[in-house]
């Protein structure tokens, strides 16, 4: 792995199932987050963590939940998806706070 | 008001000219800034940084005007490569990093 992983890439759910978006870096960066970039909207923060075993919530956290069970992993849950959840979710991670962020590939999620 | 807000564009160019976009801020507290590029249907990447003293790389500069709470990007002699959208990015403290919507940028030849 060189950076930040994501899967899957797109994917097409029915509304009410559960749906898990990986994320994986191998940079060893204390920080990370997930963010759902819509048209016209620009990237909106859903969760971040500041390091392994914490985590808080950004601008958009309805209907999400992160854990960080270790520094390279950082899940993003949808309990139950809904089609406003229709986004390209991109992860990321910075070695601080206010740093430079790197981005992952991006998953396409269609809630139908 | 956007706490970041960004001229969408887009900006149609012809290769070899200069070009120039603007982002305002709300939040004078404000600590750094950034300029990341986004290509159609990828993740974004970092561009440059904004310093107070502004700063150049290559064909691109960057300024920040506190007074009037905005940062600009200056792109000379533009590419066919340019083409893509323009992020600015303001980190007001601890994770509170807000993207504009972008600026689209087609270069044309």
């Known amino acids: 792995i060189a950076g930040i992983t994501q899967a899957p890439t797109s994917q097409i759910l029915a509304a009410g199932r559960r749906m898990t978006l990986r994320c994986t870096q191998d940079?060893?960066?204390?920080?990370m987050y997930w963010y759902r970039q819509d048209l016209g909207l620009g990237l909106r923060l859903i969760h971040y963590?500041?390091?392994?075993?914490?985590?808080g919530k950004g601008e958009v956290p309805d209907g999400y939940s992160v854990s960080r069970a270790n520094t390279d992993d950082f899940p993003l849950t949808l309990a139950s998806a809904v089609p406003s959840q229709t986004s390209v979710y991109f992860c990321?991670?910075?070695?601080?706070?206010?740093?430079?962020?790197?981005f992952g590939p991006g998953t396409r999620l269609t809630v139908l | 008001r956007k706490e970041v807000e960004q001229d969408p564009g887009p900006f149609n160019v012809p290769e070899g000219a200069t070009v120039a976009f603007n982002c305002t801020y709300s939040?004078?507290?404000?600590?750094?800034f950034f300029w990341y590029r986004q290509d159609c249907r990828k993740e974004p990447k970092l561009l440059m940084s904004?310093?107070?003293s502004g700063n150049e790389d290559g064909r691109f500069t960057a300024q920040l005007n506190r007074a009037s709470q905005y940062i600009s990007l200056l792109i000379r002699d533009s590419k066919l490569s340019d083409s893509a959208t323009y992020l600015c990015?303001?980190?007001?403290?601890?994770?509170?990093?807000?993207f504009g919507a972008g600026t689209r940028l087609f270069v044309k030849a």
């Open positions: 990321a991670s910075s070695g601080l706070a206010g740093g430079e962020q790197f």
């Open positions: 940079m060893r960066h204390n920080a």
């Open positions: 963590s500041n390091t392994a075993g914490t985590t």
């Open positions: 939040n004078s507290a404000s600590q750094s």
């Open positions: 904004v310093y107070s």
């Open positions: 990015v303001v980190h007001g403290g601890g994770f509170k990093t807000i």
